[in-house]
């Protein structure tokens, strides 16, 4: 295929699956969701609440800070870092599902190699110094040799793909998506990528050019990963993975930092940072029924699409249990959230600082946005069957997305589904199969009950993912990364003295790192940027700001160094 194009009405991005919305935008829409009204926050007189479980830390002031200065607070370097970005979100680098598989003759990835050309002139400092290769042609890694190669390597990552637009939407855009309109007054950037997350690709690119021009020499390699598809398959990133893990070995890296959380400024001028320390599994699971045809004069009782439907209505009436465990970092997010939201009668709040777990989970289990930080979620996305009125469906297929809780597993998810189809195949006497993978992929099957005359159904497992191990919170890079995080927002461009507290976080969805877990332990999906409120990632007028992008770089600049300096794991 020379000429690929995607077809019309197809245009659904896979990312409305897989859409990573964190808790801390959570947390923060939930807040009106409830009733805490800015104004009634911000006429809070007294806040002696100290917070019990969000971590204080000590700031790391960067041994080396020669650019730092200008970039938080230079308006001429802060316009230069907007123009590098809104150029990136000029390039329209957009991932379907059925994209095929990365190439350069393809028309969606001619995109991704003007992108790359973009890179180049943006960043010649970058290119001068560090070594660059196309992974899979498209996808991105960058090598800045540390001078002590004993020393694990740091790696960097984002992601150069961007969902689409939807064209049906072009209208309700305040600036086209792909103008890259930066208003000057409001300090607002617009257009798709600026939020998720060409503002990281810059940001990462931009810090080492500048440590590179400053003289900066690391000890430490430091590598940037630039997936190609992470709103799709990920297959691009999965492929840098194995690249590095070919060159370096199994648990051979310091420290992952990805997308993911980012820095929060709370309603009582606070600040907190959540990176993200683990993540929720995933396993679509496609049931299919199979059953004889016929003449839908003579039908049975029960069509397959009758048996499919009771068994749906039965498995959405079976919910996941919620439990709140002490070591979800949903958890402390959460905690750290509530304490510094003044609300004295706030019940949860008291539960969670009590210890009172059980009683805290009964109260998360009635929050539609708090409760799936605890438990397995279970959508119905997807249903099909039945091709003639005067014809009995031979099959009909129905497509359950599941999230799973990081204290469960997908085999405990399967067996939730599979206790629903035993019992529909008991009633119905029907065979069941599971298959690994899409009807597309090499599958195994595996025959749990034999197929009968009245038919089967096919359970296919696919894309499952277990939850991802939880990196610790207590540890060297943490606290080099919570350090730095205190210097960085106790900087007069953000604060006046006010508290910044680190806490980790869970994610709900999944970012490149699922193919990264071989190559450390220590995996934080966290940016160290300035979170901005309702920044619309995915949708209609997506948008960072600014000052987000400069707290990016400030945060990352000092963190290389710090790293280099602070760190004593080899
Ligand atoms: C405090 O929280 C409770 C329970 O969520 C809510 O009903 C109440 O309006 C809140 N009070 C204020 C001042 O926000
Ligand atoms: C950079 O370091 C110097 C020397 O330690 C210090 O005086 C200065 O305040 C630092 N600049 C910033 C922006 O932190
Ligand atoms: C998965 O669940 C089944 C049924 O409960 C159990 O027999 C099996 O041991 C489990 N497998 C794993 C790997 O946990
Ligand atoms: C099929 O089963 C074999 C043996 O259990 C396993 O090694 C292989 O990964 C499976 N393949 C798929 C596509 O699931
Ligand atoms: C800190 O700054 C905030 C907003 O800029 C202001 O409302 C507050 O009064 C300041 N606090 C102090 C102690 O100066
Ligand atoms: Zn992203």
């Not at 390597?153 to 792909?178: E, G, N, R």
């Not at 257009?191 to 590179?212: F, M, N, P, Q, Y």
């Not at 009950?449 to 894309?463: A, Q, S, Y």
Request: charged share 25%; glycine share 6%.
């Amino acid at each position: 295929m020379s000429d690929y194009e995607p077809i019309e009405g197809t245009k659904t991005p896979l990312s409305f699956r897989r859409s990573k919305k964190l808790i801390l935008t959570l947390l923060l829409a939930v807040s009106t969701v409830i009733g805490i009204s800015t104004l009634a926050i911000r006429a809070t007189h007294h806040r002696q609440q100290t917070c019990s479980n969000c971590g204080k830390y000590q700031p790391i002031e960067p041994a080396f800070n020669k650019s730092l200065d200008e970039i938080l607070y230079d308006k001429d370097y802060k316009k230069s870092l907007v123009d590098k970005l809104t150029g990136a979100i000029r390039i329209p680098t957009e991932v379907f599902d059925n994209t095929p598989a990365p190439s350069v003759d393809i028309k969606p990835w001619k995109h991704f190699l003007e992108l790359h050309d973009y890179l180049q002139e943006q960043f010649p400092v970058v290119y001068e110094n560090v070594k660059v290769e196309k992974i899979d042609q498209i996808g991105l890694l960058y090598t800045w040799e540390g001078s002590e190669k004993s020393l694990k390597p740091l790696i960097l990552m984002a992601h150069q793909d961007v969902v689409p637009v939807d064209p049906q939407t072009l209208d309700s855009w305040s600036h086209p998506p792909y103008e890259g309109f930066y208003d000057e007054e409001t300090d607002v950037i617009y257009g798709r990528g600026s939020a998720d997350i060409k503002s990281l690709v810059i940001t990462h690119l931009e810090t080492v050019e500048k440590l590179i021009k400053d003289g900066f020499q690391p000890k430490r390699t430091v590598l940037i990963s630039l997936g190609c598809d992470e709103e799709a398959a990920g297959a691009c990133a999965a492929k840098i993975s194995q690249h590095i893990y070919d060159r370096y070995g199994p648990d051979s890296i310091y420290a992952i930092l990805d997308e993911g959380g980012s820095v929060a400024e709370l309603p009582g001028g606070e600040f907190l940072g959540v990176p993200v320390s683990t993540e929720k599994g995933y396993l679509d699971a496609e049931i299919t029924l199979f059953t004889p045809g016929g003449h839908s004069s003579v039908p049975p009782d029960h069509t397959s699409i009758g048996i499919l439907s009771e068994l749906i209505v039965e498995l959405e009436g079976d919910r996941y249990e919620i439990f709140v465990g002490e070591d979800n970092p949903a958890l402390n997010a959460l905690q750290c959230f509530l304490e510094n939201t003044p609300n004295d009668s706030h019940r949860l709040r008291d539960l969670i600082s009590s210890g009172n777990l059980k009683k805290a989970a009964e109260e998360l289990d009635k929050i539609p946005e708090f409760k799936y930080l605890f438990k397995t979620s279970q959508a119905i996305d997807m249903i099909s069957g039945g091709i003639k009125a005067n014809a009995l469906p031979e099959s009909v297929t129905v497509l359950v997305n599941n999230r799973i809780a990081i204290h469960s597993s997908v085999n405990e998810t399967l067996n939730h589904i599979l206790r629903h189809v035993k019992e529909k195949a008991d009633k119905f006497e029907l065979g069941i199969e599971i298959v690994n993978g899409r009807a597309s992929e090499a599958q195994n099957a595996t025959v749990i009950k034999p197929e009968t005359p009245n038919g089967h159904f096919v359970v296919r497992l696919i894309d499952p993912l277990e939850p991802a191990p939880l990196s610790s919170s207590s540890n060297e890079v943490w606290d080099i990364m919570a350090g730095t995080t205190v210097n960085t927002y106790q900087q007069k461009l953000f604060s006046n003295g006010s508290n910044v507290y680190v806490t980790p976080a869970l994610g709900t969805g999944n970012t490149d790192t699922k193919s990264y877990w071989a190559l450390t332990k220590n995996i934080y999906r966290y940016s160290g940027a300035l979170l901005v409120e309702d920044s619309r990632e995915h949708t209609v007028d997506e948008k960072t700001t600014g000052k987000s992008v400069i707290s990016g770089v400030a945060f990352m600049y000092q963190f290389i160094v710090n790293v280099d300096k602070y760190a004593k794991g080899t």
